[in-house]
């Protein structure tokens, strides 16, 4: 059985250059990490919703672009050790387009002063390969479709996170079950998603003035075959009705990236440029917009929302 795994060469080959493994690989990851970890799930106690849109390889033709929307927040009518959440993720690169729904459930616990969470999703796969547009020499071979094919499969994610007050670490671990998509009506093609496991963590550096924060952030991910680093400092200023802020991030052997943004009443929005520092050149870069929204649900307490969240919003 060929796999349509070898058209990556064909529909994207800049692409494949730069993604080392299946899954997205969002810039402002320290903005997503209940898309990256389940057990972040209402870790804030807050409704959380999140929106991200990358697009990849500027100027190359069939370039990836990729878009996500998330919801995540604590189950109060249950406790505040319960968290949930739904999300989409749509990604085109060349002719192929992978979209992802899912539920996810944390579970969150207190210890040795701070929180330990756990957390499992549940998501459903969906791939498509536009074969209508693949342009090949040689004809009548099926393993080069000359229309769109379309296949789906279930999928598996788990994570553990520890939060503390300045600090958090966690690991996950995407497509546990290794799943298999059949493309087409004939299903004689086939692509088959390796697992890959997530290490993240962050720190807080408070500094004199106390209106600045140093924010740093770090993630390493792999499928066992490739790996992709990266590391991310933002310094923020938290103001009475505003919070701002700028940082830089570097993927060690990718690239080097330049963020801004803040929370505006409520709403955060953020701008990061990633410059690949390999041949493709600084120009062709990914462009990245993220916005989110957190308000507090918890209508069973007095006064104020007291707790701090390790994320800049």
């Excluded at 991310?232 to 103001?239: F, I, M």
């Amino acid at each position: 059985m060929k796999r349509l795994i070898l058209l990556v060469g064909l529909a994207g080959m800049a692409a494949a250059h730069v993604r080392a493994q299946y899954d997205a690989a969002f810039g402002n990851y320290w903005a997503l990490q209940s898309f990256y970890n389940p057990a972040s799930s209402g870790i804030d106690g807050m409704l959380d919703v999140q929106g991200a849109y990358s697009m990849q390889l500027t100027g190359f033709e069939n370039a990836p672009a990729t878009m996500y929307a998330g919801v995540d927040l604590p189950l109060f009518f249950l406790s505040p050790k319960h968290g949930a959440g739904v999300g989409f993720l749509n990604d085109n690169i060349g002719l192929f387009t992978h979209q992802k729904f899912y539920l996810q459930y944390a579970f969150h616990q207190k210890l040795w002063g701070g929180r330990l969470s756990g957390g499992l999703r549940v998501g459903f796969l969906s791939e498509s390969f536009d074969g209508s547009k693949l342009d090949v020499e040689t004809s009548g071979d099926p393993a080069f479709p000359t229309s769109e094919a379309s296949g789906s499969a279930f999928d598996l994610d788990a994570g553990i996170r520890y939060t503390h007050k300045r600090w958090y670490a966690g690991f996950s671990a995407m497509h546990c079950t290794a799943p298999t998509v059949m493309l087409g009506e004939a299903k004689a093609n086939e692509l088959s998603i390796s697992p890959v496991f997530y290490l993240t963590g962050g720190y807080n550096i408070k500094l004199k003035n106390p209106l600045y924060i140093i924010y740093t952030s770090a993630m390493l991910r792999s499928d066992m075959q490739a790996w992709r680093g990266d590391m991310t400092a933002r310094v923020a200023y938290h103001g009475s009705k505003h919070q701002l802020y700028g940082g830089v991030g570097y993927s060690p052997t990718n690239s080097v990236s330049l963020l801004v943004g803040g929370d505006f009443h409520g709403v955060s929005l953020g701008y990061s440029y990633e410059m690949y520092t390999s041949a493709i050149g600084a120009l062709s870069g990914t462009h990245e917009l993220t916005i989110g929204y957190q308000v507090d649900l918890n209508l069973f307490k007095k006064g104020k929302n007291k707790h701090k969240s390790v994320r800049i919003l």
